[in-house]
């Protein structure tokens, strides 16, 4: 019994230390979020601007080659005018797709105010954008969301066919 007990007393260290004993368990949360994505790229101040586009191909219906560098604001509810803004979406989207619309989203979720104020989402993933539902993955995060992984969901709000300006519904699942 005495040997037992110290046995039990040497691996008291190990067990202690194995790090992933500890952060497994304790406090990792589960966050769902809604929020709309606003891509204006008409008017006199876009949000989503073209930067590239590939000199070798032209085809109008994918725009495959064509890159956006994004700065569109995040808001609370669907109406970019009069909802609360909660940040915005910096980063690129790229047309991935040689014959199907397919984006490339890169981007950072920079929530500038409620709680998560000063705190970041990455989202990387497929966007088919004439999908219904487009699911994308979470990869990082920061402060608040410091080892984020999860998903993304996004649903078309509304599309300007005319301008095509776009909100788009965001469904954050996130683990952290
Ligand atoms: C590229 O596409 C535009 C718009 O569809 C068209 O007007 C133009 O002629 C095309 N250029 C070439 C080189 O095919
Ligand atoms: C968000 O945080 C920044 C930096 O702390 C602060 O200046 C800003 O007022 C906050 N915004 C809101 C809407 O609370």
Known sequence: MAAAA?????????LAAAPWAASAASGEKSTHMKLYWHDVVSGPSPTAVPVARAAVTNN????????????????????????????????????????????????????QAGKYNGSTVAIMGKNAAFDAVREMAIVGGT?????????????THTLDLKTGDATVEYNLFIKH
Do not use: C, H, W
């Not at 110290?6 to 190990?14: H, K």
């Not at 808001?75 to 980063?91: F, H, N, V, W, Y």
């Not at 608040?144 to 996004?154: E, S, W």
């Open 143 to 155: 402060g608040v969301f410091r080892m984020a992984r999860g998903y993304a969901q996004a649903r």
């Open 60 to 111: 109008s219906k994918t725009a495959f080659g064509a890159v956006v560098v994004i700065d569109d604001p995040l808001t609370q509810g669907p109406d970019l005018k009069s909802s609360k803004p909660l940040g915005r979406a910096q980063g690129t989207y790229i047309a991935a797709g040689k014959d199907e619309l397919s984006l490339m989203m890169n981007m950072n979720f920079v929530f």
């Open 6 to 14: 110290a046995t039990a007393l040497l691996l008291l260290p190990i």
